[in-house]
């Protein structure tokens, strides 16, 4: 099983529509999680965090599911801007090192 | 603005030649790492390093060296023993362990 699995896509959506993803991973001990959207060309840049409670930002809200091992990501009327490909990362904090695995994306298409 | 600067944007690279790309923060980060992303595929780890003078190897660093003489600066060089150097490659820094990274907005290098 790998580390952290993402459907890659693509996922077609027309606007305003409500649309999720999910980001599996293969480590119960994994402590912190991220979402980063990036752009065609570009670096990526962090969208939010995901806390163990489940945390919203606007339009967007993360959820961490520990006992399925997934993090999710929902993006309620989307908007033509959020076409990008969006990234999951999960971190396990060690004593020496902290291990940072990134999905390889989702790819999301906002149609008009 | 506190950031990551990186530089050039755009760098070619005759054979046989070596080459460095620069990383610049003030963040105040202790954590720097460098990746590399080939076109359609995930963020591959280069090499990383937590603390000032100390460096490790990520999962791809043959090919690759740094140098970490600053807090700030994260400098990384392709050698001419890289015989596939053509990718986006991403600096980025980290401020704790389960604080997220943020990235400088990347160097595209091409061979020429």
């Known amino acids: 099983r790998k580390e952290v699995e993402q459907d890659p896509g693509p996922f077609n959506v027309p606007e305003g529509a409500t649309v999720a993803f999910n980001c599996t991973y293969s480590n119960s001990a994994s402590q912190s999680f991220f979402w980063y959207r990036q752009d065609c060309r570009k670096e990526p840049k962090l969208l939010m965090s995901v806390y163990s409670s489940g945390n919203e930002d606007g339009r967007f809200t993360a959820q961490l599911n520990r006992a399925s091992q997934y993090i999710s990501l929902l993006i309620r009327d989307s908007k033509l801007s959020d076409s990008a490909t969006y990234l999951c990362?999960?971190?396990?904090?060690?004593?020496?090192?902290?291990?940072?695995?990134f999905g390889k994306g989702t790819r999301l298409h906002i149609l008009p | 603005d506190g950031g990551i600067t990186q530089s050039p944007k755009y760098l070619f690279r005759k054979e046989g030649q070596n080459v460095t790309l620069s990383c610049e923060q003030n963040?105040?980060?202790?954590?720097m790492y460098w990746y590399r992303q080939d076109p359609g595929q995930g963020l591959r780890l280069i090499y990383y390093?937590?603390?000032?003078?100390?460096?490790q190897k990520g999962d791809i660093a043959e090919g690759y060296s740094v140098s970490r003489e600053k807090k700030e600066s994260f400098p990384l060089t392709v050698t001419s023993a890289q015989k596939n150097p053509t990718a986006f490659y991403l600096c980025?820094?980290?401020?704790?362990?389960?604080?997220?990274?943020?990235f400088g907005d990347g160097t595209r290098l091409s061979i020429l």
């Open positions: 990362v999960v971190k396990e904090v060690g004593n020496r090192d902290d291990k940072i695995i």
């Open positions: 963040l105040n980060h202790d954590a």
């Open positions: 390093s937590q603390i000032v003078n100390d460096f």
């Open positions: 980025a820094s980290m401020a704790g362990a389960y604080q997220p990274q943020h």
